[in-house]
């Protein structure tokens, strides 16, 4: 029942930007935190950015502090993640998060 679709993934240059959406539905969005992860061919899957459920508080990984910002949009169910200044060790698949749920993922790639 819960769905996570995230979106707005592509192809962008260094120095580019692309901005992520992620659509949720299945339960009280306003009610949860929202977590933005990424994860490239052959390592780990990592946390990229955090966001309280009123959107108050953020956090993020040190590799993309200043660079990303996450946010949300309680009355569309919708998590965002801004990324500015891509760098090609951003490439990755970028996966939406809430508790054990998880979206299908949306490739951003970085590449000149």
């Known amino acids: 029942q819960v769905r996570l679709v995230e979106s707005g993934g592509g192809l962008v240059q260094p120095g580019g930007s692309l901005r992520l959406s992620c659509a949720a539905s299945?339960?009280?969005?306003?009610?949860?935190?929202m977590s933005w992860y990424r994860q490239a061919p052959g390592k780990e899957r990592e946390l990229v950015a955090q966001?309280?459920?009123?959107?108050?508080?953020?956090n993020y990984a040190d590799s993309v502090k200043g660079r990303f910002t996450i946010s949300r949009d309680n009355a569309k169910n919708t998590v965002y993640l801004q990324m500015n200044s891509l760098k090609p060790e951003d490439t990755a698949v970028y996966y939406c998060?809430?508790?054990?749920?998880w979206g299908q993922g949306t490739q951003v790639t970085v590449s000149s």
């Open positions: 966001i309280s459920d009123s959107g108050g508080s953020t």
């Open positions: 299945g339960f009280t969005f306003s009610n949860y935190a």
């Open positions: 998060n809430r508790l054990f749920n």
